[in-house]
């Protein structure tokens, strides 16, 4: 049974950072991914992180791209969502997703996932 359980939510303020954590239990798999959902919204990704290819490959939406960086600690097979410079609109849940290999495109249709974690919830006040 594979398990995903994201932590590192919370509360901040418009402006700051969090850091998201996601250990995996699904051994071998090559794509970790970050999505999100606000209320009344549907799934967005975030970003995405292919490590099957010769150079490990990241993915990231465009309204993310230099706020967050994603990356893994292999030896704990955790990926993390580094992410700064906060704003209201990336209050969501966050949720960790993991496959086997990065479906096409990686931050397309959330369900193309195989494993998902329970979420963890981001509220940025302004």
């Known amino acids: 049974q594979v398990r995903l359980v994201e932590s590192g939510g919370g509360s901040v303020q418009a402006g700051g950072s969090l850091r998201l954590s996601c250990p995996s239990s699904?051994?071998?798999?090559?794509?970790m991914a970050w999505f999100r959902q606000a209320p009344g919204k549907e799934h967005e990704g975030v970003a995405a992180?292919?490590?099957?290819?010769?150079?490990?490959?990241?993915y990231y939406a465009d309204s993310v791209k230099g706020r967050f960086t994603i990356s893994q600690d292999n030896d704990k097979n955790t990926v993390y969502l580094q992410m700064n410079s906060l704003t209201p609109e990336d209050t969501a849940m966050y949720y960790c997703?993991?496959?086997?290999?990065?479906?096409?495109?990686?931050?397309?249709?959330?369900?193309?996932?195989?494993?998902w974690g329970q979420g963890t919830q981001v509220t940025v006040s302004s």
């Open positions: 992180l292919n490590t099957r290819i010769p150079n490990t490959r990241t």
């Open positions: 997703a993991a496959d086997w290999i990065c479906p096409a495109p990686p931050l397309g249709n959330w369900r193309s996932y195989a494993f």
């Open positions: 699904a051994d071998g798999s090559s794509c």
